[in-house]
């Protein structure tokens, strides 16, 4: 099956820092997201983002589908960004997300 | 929020128990996929349900089952339960336009389990 890899793992920023997280997957995908899941478990859809580029406020994401990547952008972190993020993708020949391992972000006062 | 339900929240039972978790999907989505996620890891697809039919299904054994009803709500069933069942329980839906459609999901709260 598909394999997704995220880095870095773990990322610890002051609030105002910029960050970008990275999602590497190893074969073609119809579908992409990325999640924030909360520390009560629920997952919230930043992006549904196969191909091209996003944006909503600060964040933002870019999957070149070609060369099987996918980038997260935050910009001018807040306490309430940290949380997990995964990215998860859709293989063309299945019939579900696999997801990645995620990265856990903590941003600090 | 996503309009996606699921119960009950939290969970606690003994090895060997069986469990029922409950799931309503968004409204107008005929989709719903079940995923289990351990204790710091990514969640892992269960199964789907397109329309009432079991359309996909990861690594889990056959003690792990469910159905989907008319009204496109769902119910995943664990029997003889074990410890590493222990796992936070997500279910999502989509639109589904066709079976297996990458459409975008959308995930309820979750139910955690806890089995002693």
């Known amino acids: 099956g598909i394999q997704v890899e995220q880095s870095p793992p773990d990322l610890i920023l002051q609030e105002g820092a910029n960050s970008t997280l990275r999602c590497n997957f190893s074969?073609?995908?119809?579908?992409l997201q990325w999640f924030h899941q909360n520390p009560w478990g629920q997952l919230i859809n930043l992006f549904y983002?196969?191909?091209g580029t996003k944006q909503n406020g600060r964040l933002s994401a870019t999957t070149v589908a070609t060369e099987r990547y996918s980038l997260l952008y935050i910009s001018s972190s807040q306490t309430t960004d940290s949380g997990v993020y995964f990215c998860?993708?859709?293989?063309?020949?299945?019939?579900?997300?696999?997801f990645g391992e995620g990265t856990q972000l903590t941003v600090n006062p | 929020e996503t309009g996606v339900t699921q119960s009950p929240t939290h969970l606690i039972k003994t090895r060997g128990q069986q469990v029922t978790l409950r799931c309503s999907s968004q409204?107008?989505?005929?989709?719903v996929s079940w995923y289990q996620q351990a204790l710091g890891q990514g969640p892992q697809f269960i199964f789907q349900?397109?329309?009432?039919?079991?359309?996909g299904r990861g690594n889990f054994p056959p003690r792990f089952s469910g159905l989907q009803f008319p009204n496109y709500s769902s119910e995943l069933n664990v029997n003889a339960l074990e410890l590493d069942d222990s796992a936070l329980y997500l279910c999502?839906?989509?639109?589904?336009?066709?079976?297996?459609?990458?459409?975008?999901?959308?995930f309820g709260p979750g139910t955690r389990l806890t089995v002693l």
């Open positions: 074969d073609s995908v119809n579908n």
């Open positions: 998860a993708v859709w293989e063309t020949s299945g019939s579900r997300l696999t």
């Open positions: 983002i196969p191909s």
């Open positions: 999502a839906s989509s639109l589904g336009h066709h079976p297996g459609g990458a459409d975008t999901q959308y």
């Open positions: 409204s107008g989505h005929n989709t």
């Open positions: 349900y397109y329309r009432e039919e079991e359309n």
